[in-house]
């Protein structure tokens, strides 16, 4: 099988062009290459498929297998291959997810993909006053947010002093959430800037999220706390996320990088 190993802002995921591959169990070839020392390494696996109502398909699985709705760095790689690859030679590109069909739009260098900027569509603030939990012994309050994926947004003084290593899997697993849940805890910077380090289901601690970024931004802006267009600095890098107010839809702009081809024949 044929692969690209991409990442956005080092939040790295398996890519296989299904135009020309087949995967007949992505979850458990998710599982056998996402280990760093025993397969590829990444937090997960993408397969770019043909679509009847996109210019293509994006199916995303966690490193534990589990299949997500939608993946914010993922989708922007998803674009720059089809850019970079030929499969879209237009600057806007359709992706049908599982969250419904996504547009984005390329800002080329040198005839590749450089930045893309993806509506999101409109996330779903579940939490309209803060809810409290129970977590690790202590009371911790957040938002839900509905991204496609479910999120807690939790704003804390100094996200750097969550000891996210140790506890971060409680907060997934937390009764709460039956699903499990993505966990970021933020911390409002000024009122255009947020510093966000997160939680992924499925996946543990990742170095950037973009699904995240604007749950985060969607969160804070409702009581007030941030503008519409806000930066968000995550341990891989920096997004830079757009709310409309008027029509409630949200945009994502940030870069994609191809790091490598390979072939594998790891088999289970």
Same mark, same amino acid.
């Given at each position: 099988?044929?692969?690209?190993?991409?990442?956005?802002?080092?939040?790295?995921?398996?890519?296989?062009?299904?135009?020309?591959?087949?995967?007949?169990?992505?979850?458990?070839?998710?599982?056998?290459?996402?280990?760093?020392?025993?397969?590829?390494?990444?937090?997960?696996?993408?397969?770019?498929?043909?679509?009847?109502?996109?210019?293509?398909?994006?199916?995303?699985?966690?490193?534990?297998?589990?299949?997500?709705?939608?993946?914010?760095?993922?989708?922007?790689?998803?674009?720059?291959?089809?850019?970079?690859?030929?499969?879209?030679?237009?600057?806007?590109?359709?992706?049908?997810?599982?969250?419904?069909?996504?547009?984005?739009?390329?800002?080329?260098?040198?005839?590749?993909?450089?930045?893309?900027?993806?509506?999101?569509?409109?996330?779903?603030?579940?939490?309209?006053?803060?809810?409290?939990?129970?977590?690790?012994?202590?009371?911790?309050?957040?938002?839900?947010? =509905?991204?496609?994926?479910? #999120? @807690?947004?939790?704003?804390? !003084?100094?996200? %750097?002093?969550?000891?996210? $290593?140790?506890?971060? &899997?409680?907060?997934?697993?937390?009764?709460?959430?039956?699903?499990?849940?993505?966990?970021?805890?933020?911390?409002?910077?000024?009122?255009?800037?947020?510093?966000?380090?997160?939680?992924?289901?499925?996946?543990?601690?990742?170095?950037?999220?973009?699904?995240?970024?604007?749950?985060?931004?969607?969160?804070?802006?409702?009581?007030?706390?941030?503008?519409?267009?806000?930066?968000?600095?995550?341990?891989?890098?920096?997004?830079?996320?757009?709310? =409309?107010?008027?029509?409630? #839809? @949200?945009?994502?702009?940030? !870069?994609?990088? %191809?790091?490598?081809?390979? $072939?594998?024949?790891? &088999?289970?």
């Amino acid at each position: 099988m044929k692969f690209t190993k991409m990442h956005g802002l080092g939040n790295d995921y398996i890519f296989v062009d299904c135009f020309a591959e087949t995967v007949t169990d992505p979850s458990r070839t998710a599982q056998l290459l996402s280990p760093a020392h025993f397969g590829i390494g990444a937090d997960g696996l993408i397969l770019i498929e043909p679509s009847a109502k996109a210019d293509c398909r994006m199916r995303m699985f966690n490193a534990d297998g589990t299949e997500g709705r939608m993946c914010g760095n993922g989708i922007r790689c998803v674009g720059k291959y089809m850019y970079d690859h030929g499969r879209a030679v237009k600057a806007e590109i359709t992706v049908e997810t599982l969250d419904g069909i996504k547009t984005l739009q390329i800002s080329p260098e040198n005839d590749k993909a450089a930045k893309i900027r993806v509506d999101m569509g409109v996330p779903v603030l579940e939490s309209p006053q803060p809810e409290k939990i129970t977590v690790a012994g202590s009371e911790w309050e957040f938002s839900a947010v =509905d991204v496609g994926s479910p #999120h @807690a947004v939790y704003l804390v !003084p100094n996200c %750097e002093e969550v000891p996210l $290593e140790k506890i971060g &899997v409680l907060f997934e697993h937390a009764a709460r959430f039956p699903n499990r849940v993505n966990s970021e805890f933020v911390q409002i910077l000024d009122r255009t800037h947020l510093r966000m380090r997160v939680w992924e289901r499925g996946s543990g601690i990742t170095l950037a999220c973009g699904t995240g970024a604007v749950a985060s931004v969607v969160a804070s802006h409702a009581r007030g706390l941030t503008d519409a267009s806000v930066e968000v600095q995550m341990d891989g890098g920096a997004l830079r996320i757009e709310i =409309d107010d008027t029509t409630g #839809h @949200a945009f994502m702009t940030g !870069p994609a990088v %191809e790091v490598f081809q390979g $072939e594998t024949t790891l &088999v289970d």
